[in-house]
């Protein structure tokens, strides 16, 4: 499952953190005696806001070479990219200062943060043991740009990113390039991006224009993937192993950073083999 209605699996998950982190401090503070319990909740939702916010720039300072040649990915938060080492210290470290006037509340506060770190850690596991027991690589029977038939079987035996894209859909259309560059990075990586619902010849006209050129653009016009991926929008991309095995899944546009982040985390390429010289 890649997502809820609109909304990524990703997004739900922390939106579920912070809720939880909410609940606990008013919770933990109503017992405290005479201490402002709904302030406590108030607090913890600027603590995960101010964390997300350094995740947010910590994550861009990791791939600003990527963020630099497109500056505004940067406030595409939608495509992910936070780095937890930098956003739960902060976070706590917020919790503690704001409650330098109001010690009774900053146990409750930091239990708060604690426990929406400890759910969102844990719902990633989950997803992760989800997602290795979804359903392998689909074997679809597709065709080429030229009409040719292939099975995206074709591609077993090595990482795949199958995309499915459409010219119609504005973020498919933004997020291409990146797949371009991605694919020359990371040439151990078979990029397939089957085309939803659309002919051969709308399909190549929008590569033309957009002067795409992209090894393996696959027509899928009665948009089969959708319903064997259970995908629910446009675009998604979905990451399979080199054994066919769902490892990890993005509903909406991509980053060149999140993109190579995933890629670097997932399907690092294998270390060149040494040959001893005499």
């Known amino acids: 499952m890649t997502g809820v209605g609109p909304f990524s699996i990703h997004v739900l998950t922390v939106a579920g953190a912070v809720l939880l982190a909410w609940f606990t401090a008013r919770a933990l503070a109503r017992r405290v005696p005479d201490a402002p319990y709904r302030a406590a909740g108030s607090m913890a939702i600027d603590a995960a806001f101010w964390g997300l916010a350094a995740a947010r720039l910590g994550y861009i300072a990791q791939w600003w070479e990527e963020y630099r040649a497109a500056p505004m990915s940067m406030i595409a938060i939608g495509d992910g990219g936070f780095s937890w080492w930098v956003g739960v210290p902060a976070a706590l470290a917020y919790a503690w200062w ?5 010690r009774a509340l900053r146990w409750p506060l930091l239990a708060g943060v604690v426990a929406g770190v400890a759910a969102w850690v844990c719902a990633g596991a989950v997803l992760d043991l989800a997602q290795r027991s979804a359903p392998p690589l689909p074997d679809l029977q597709l065709a080429t740009l030229d009409q040719r038939p292939i099975s995206l079987g074709a591609y077993a035996g ?3 990113v199958l995309n499915l894209w459409a010219s119609w859909c504005p973020p498919c259309r933004r997020e291409m390039p990146a797949f371009e560059q991605a694919e020359a990075e990371f040439p151990h990586v078979a990029f397939v991006l089957v085309n939803q619902g659309e002919s051969a010849q709308q399909a190549r006209a929008f590569l033309a224009d957009e002067g795409l050129a992209l090894r393996n653009v696959l027509l899928d016009p009665a948009s089969q993937a959708m319903q064997a991926l259970r995908s629910r929008g446009l675009p998604t991309t979905l990451f399979f ?11 909406g546009e991509l980053s060149m950073a999140s993109l190579k982040d995933t890629l670097s985390r997932r399907f690092p390429p294998s270390p060149e083999p040494r040959t001893d010289k005499e």
């Open 98 to 102: 704001r409650t330098r006037a109001a």
């Open 158 to 160: 090595r990482p795949v």
């Open 241 to 251: 192993d080199a054994q066919g095995r769902l490892v990890d899944t993005h509903l």
